[in-house]
C-alpha cells in the first residue's frame, strides 16, 4: 500500500473502520504528513463529540475502585529532559552568556531587545553540544525507551511504536539540520535572570528549532507559546511547557521568512495572538 | 448519585498537569469530569455493564499510568481519553465478536431494550443534544456509517454490506459525514 493510499484516512482511523494493517500504514503515514495529524485532530474532537450523546453515569462503586487500584499503580516516567540534555542546555546557555555579541545585543524587550549575535562561537558550540550529547541521543534514548515500555507494560502498542518512530524520525531531522552546509545558530537572552534562547535552523534543510534554558516556572494552566514575527506581526508556532527549566521546540516553516522569533506566557492550548510581552526575542538572520 | 457539572474543557489541561505529577485528588476530579462521556461509549460499544466497567477501570488506569503523555497540541483532555476509551472498546468487541458470536447477538437484543434510568437522563447534557441535532442533518448513509462504524464497532466491510456501497464508499462516508458534523458542530459552538 502506498502512502496516498493513506492519506486522508484519518477519521476512518479514528472510527476504527481501518483494517490493522490500513491502520498500520496510516500510523506511519502520519509521520510524515502534517495535514493528516492535523486531520487526526479534528477527527478526534468530533469522535469525542458523538460520545456525549450516549454519556451515561457509572455506577459509583467502579469510582471506588478506580481510585483504590491507581493509588496502588505507578506511573510512568517518560522523563522528557533525560540525562543527554542538561549537557546541551548549559553549553548554549554558557556560550550563549559569554559570548560578548550576544551580551551586548541584548536590550530590554519592551525595547524589542534581541540579539543578532550570529556568533561562529554559539553556533559550535550548540552544534557540537547537538551533535555529541545533546538531542540526537536523547531522541534514540526516547526511541529506546518507547520500545521498552511497549514490551515490558504491554501497552498500547501502537501508541508506543508511533512514539518510538517519532522519536527516531526527530532524530533524523536534527543530524540532518546539523549536517546542513549553511546551519546558523543565532541567541538571544533576557535582561533579567539566566534565560537563554537560540534558534538552530538551517534554510537548505527548512528545519528550524528553539533551545531554551532558565526558563520561569509556568503557573497552573499556562503554557510557553513560540511565535514568528514578521515585523510586529506574530504567527503561532508552537506551544510548550517544559518539566523542568529547558526545553527544544521545533518551530514551524514560518521561520524561514520570519525577522525573529519570541516567546510568550499563555493560557493553557495557547492563543492565536499574543496576550502578554515577549520573554525573549531572537532575532534572525537577514536572509 | 449527584450529579456534579463537568469542568469546563480548559480546565482539564492543568488538573492533567497535577495528575502527571501523581495527584490522586486532581485525578478523582478528572474522573468526576470524564467518566459519564467514557463510560457512555465504552457501554454503547460493548453492549454489557460487567465488561463496560472493566474496560472503564483499565482506561483509567491507563490515564494514570501514562498521564505524562498528554499533549494538549493534540487535542482535548475528553478527546484523548475518548480515543483510548473508544479504542479499547472497539478491541474488546472485536475479539469478542471472533470468539461467540451468537452469544454477543443475543446480548445485544437484550441489552438494547433497557431503558434508560433517571440519572442517565440528567446526563443527556447541552452537548449530547447539540451532536445529535447536527447527527440529524446528515444524509441517511453518513449518518448510518458513523454510527455502525463509531458506535457498534463494525468493520469497513461489515458497513459497506449494510449500506449495499462499495467498499471504499465507507470511508468517503465516514469522513464526508464527520467534517460536516465538525462544521456544525462548531457554526452551533460559535
Known amino acids: 500500500m ?27 503515514h502520519l ?52 540525562a543527554a540534555r542538561p549537557a ?13 555579541s550576544a551580551d551586548s545585543n541584548v536590550v530590554p524587550m519592551r525595547r524589542s531587545w534581541s540579539s543578532r549575535g550570529s556568533s561562529l562561537l554559539v553556533a559550535a558550540a550548540v552544534i557540537a553540544a547537538l551533535a555529541f ?34 522519536a527516531a524520525k526527530q532524530q533524523d531531522k536534527l543530524t540532518n539540520l546539523l549536517s546542513a552546509n549553511d ?23 527548512r528545519t528550524a528549532v528553539l533551545v531554551a534554558s532558565e526558563l520561569p516556572e509556568l503557573p497552573e494552566g499556562r503554557v510557553y507559546e513560540a511565535w514568528t514575527m514578521k515585523g510586529e506581526d506574530p504567527t503561532p508556532a508552537g506551544i510548550f511547557a517544559p518539566d523542568g527549566s529547558d526545553a527544544v521546540v521545533e518551530l514551524t516553516d514560518e521561520t524561514f521568512d520570519a525577522d525573529s522569533v519570541a516567546v510568550t506566557q499563555e493560557p ?15 532575532l534572525l538572520p537577514q536572509r | 448519585m449527584v450529579y456534579m457539572p463537568a469542568l469546563p474543557i ?52 491507563e490515564v494514570w499510568r501514562l498521564a505524562r503523555r498528554y499533549d494538549s497540541t493534540q487535542g482535548s483532555v475528553t478527546a484523548w481519553l475518548n480515543t483510548m476509551a473508544h479504542r479499547r472498546a472497539i478491541d474488546r468487541v472485536r475479539s469478542a465478536e471472533r470468539r461467540t458470536q451468537r452469544e454477543r447477538r443475543h446480548f445485544e437484543f437484550q441489552t438494547d431494550d433497557r431503558s434508560p434510568d433517571p440519572s442517565e437522563l440528567v446526563v443527556a447534557n447541552d452537548e449530547g443534544r ?17 454510527e455502525l462504524a463509531y458506535f457498534q464497532g463494525k468493520t469497513q466491510r461489515e458497513v459497506a454490506e449494510v449500506l449495499q456501497v462499495p467498499l471504499g464508499t465507507v470511508k468517503t462516508r465516514i469522513r464526508d459525514g464527520m467534517q460536516r458534523l465538525r462544521k456544525q458542530l462548531g457554526e452551533a459552538a460559535s
Open chain 1, 88 to 100: 546541551l542546555l548549559s553549553a548554549v546557555a554558557t556560550t550563549a552568556k559569554s559570548s560578548p
Open chain 2, 130 to 146: 447539540r451532536v445529535r441535532d447536527a447527527l440529524a442533518q446528515l444524509s441517511e448513509g453518513q449518518r448510518t456509517a458513523v
Open chain 2, 10 to 61: 480548559h480546565e482539564l489541561v492543568p488538573l492533567m498537569a497535577q495528575v502527571s505529577r501523581g495527584d490522586q485528588q486532581a485525578f478523582a476530579q478528572l474522573y468526576d469530569a470524564t467518566s459519564r462521556k467514557v463510560f457512555g461509549i465504552v457501554l454503547h460499544v460493548l453492549r454489557d455493564h460487567a465488561q463496560a466497567e472493566e474496560v472503564t477501570q483499565e482506561v483509567y488506569v
Open chain 1, 133 to 166: 550529547g545533546g538531542w540526537a541521543l536523547q531522541a534514540t534514548q526516547e526511541a529506546r525507551e518507547a520500545r521498552q515500555v511497549a514490551e515490558a507494560a504491554a501497552l498500547d502498542a501502537r501508541e508506543a511504536r508511533q512514539d518510538a518512530e517519532a
Open chain 1, 183 to 205: 546551519v546558523r545558530a543565532v541567541s538571544g537572552r533576557s535582561p533579567v535572570g539566566d534565560l537563554t534562547g537560540t534558534v538552530v535552523m538551517s534554510e537548505q534543510r
Open chain 1, 268 to 282: 493553557a492550548g495557547g492563543s492565536e495572538q499574543p496576550t502578554t510581552d515577549p520573554i525573549f526575542t531572537v
Open chain 1, 2 to 28: 502506498s502512502m496516498s493510499d493513506s492519506h486522508s484516512n484519518a477519521y476512518a482511523y479514528v472510527v476504527g473502520v481501518l483494517s490493522p494493517a490500513e491502520a498500520h500504514d496510516f500510523e506511519r
Open chain 1, 31 to 82: 509521520v510524515e504528513c502534517g495535514q493528516c495529524a492535523e486531520e487526526l485532530v479534528d477527527a478526534r474532537t468530533v469522535a469525542s463529540a458523538l460520545s456525549s450523546t450516549v454519556a451515561t453515569a457509572p455506577p459509583a462503586r467502579l469510582r471506588t475502585s478506580v481510585l483504590d487500584v491507581i493509588s496502588r499503580t505507578a506511573q510512568e516516567q517518560l522523563a522528557p529532559a533525560s
